[in-house]
């Protein structure tokens, strides 16, 4: 039972274009969603992150958009650069009284086009 | 700071050998956690550890894999005896302990097992 999705396998936008990502979650108790790149043979970087008293957040290019009535986020990269060429997963996580246990997606590869 | 170290950051071992992964978070992080990555597949937790306990090791085939954490600081993660479907890239992570905390991963070991 896939509780993050992202079903978009792989996604291709012209340079200084919007990248848009999208997930999709099915546990109403996750509150902290995350998203991560990952470029090849190395491990995941984080990049920006939600809480879910928020409906935004914006961090330089990336945004980050949270619909908890939808249960989806999405994130935007604007404007799109060749180095934004990685593979990008969305994480969630259920509130503990400690720390989190975080739960991947697929990912979407992503390849921006110079 | 310096990040996570892994390593090897590669193996090759015959069925039935065993292999140990090493992993050296990042200081001061009391949260470390072992994921599996299969590929195309997204990072799925093994265990989570809270300084020197293991909090959370639902995921861990505890027949053959074995984990620990000395001193709460590094830690090693086992097979003992591997399986051709262990073949998969190995990802340890750190984080502080507590809410909004993102994880921070090192580059992986790559596991193959002929």
């Known amino acids: 039972d896939q509780q993050v999705k992202q079903n978009s396998p792989s996604l291709s936008v012209q340079e200084g274009r919007i990248s848009i990502l999208n997930c999709d979650y099915t546990?109403?108790?996750?509150?902290?969603f995350l998203w991560y790149k990952k470029y090849p043979a190395e491990g995941p970087t984080f990049l920006i992150s939600?809480?879910?008293?928020?409906d935004k957040n914006e961090d330089g290019r990336f945004t980050v958009f949270l619909n908890k009535s939808a249960k989806h986020l999405s994130l935007h990269i604007v404007p799109s650069q060749p180095g934004d060429s990685a593979v990008y997963f969305c994480?969630?996580?259920?509130?503990?009284?400690?720390?989190?246990?975080?739960?991947f997606g697929t990912g979407t590869r992503l390849k921006v086009l110079a | 700071e310096a990040g996570v170290v892994q390593s090897p950051r590669y193996k090759i071992i015959e069925k039935k050998q065993p292999v140990a992964f090493w992993c050296n978070p990042i200081?001061?992080?009391?949260?470390l956690y072992w994921y599996r990555q299969n590929l195309g597949q997204g990072p799925e937790l093994l265990i989570r550890?809270?300084?020197?306990?293991?909090?959370?090791d639902s995921q861990l085939p505890k027949d053959r894999f074995s984990a620990e954490r000395l001193k709460g600081v590094d830690s090693t993660l086992k097979i003992q005896p591997a399986e051709l479907g262990d073949s998969a890239v190995y990802l340890c992570?750190?984080?502080?302990?507590?809410?909004?905390?993102?994880?921070?991963f090192g580059n992986g070991t790559r596991l193959t097992v002929t």
């Open positions: 992570a750190s984080s502080l302990w507590g809410r909004n905390s993102p994880l921070h």
């Open positions: 939600i809480s879910s008293i928020k």
């Open positions: 200081s001061g992080h009391n949260t």
């Open positions: 994480a969630a996580s259920p509130s503990t009284s400690g720390t989190y246990k975080y739960i």
């Open positions: 546990n109403s108790m996750f509150d902290y």
């Open positions: 550890y809270e300084n020197e306990e293991a909090v959370d």
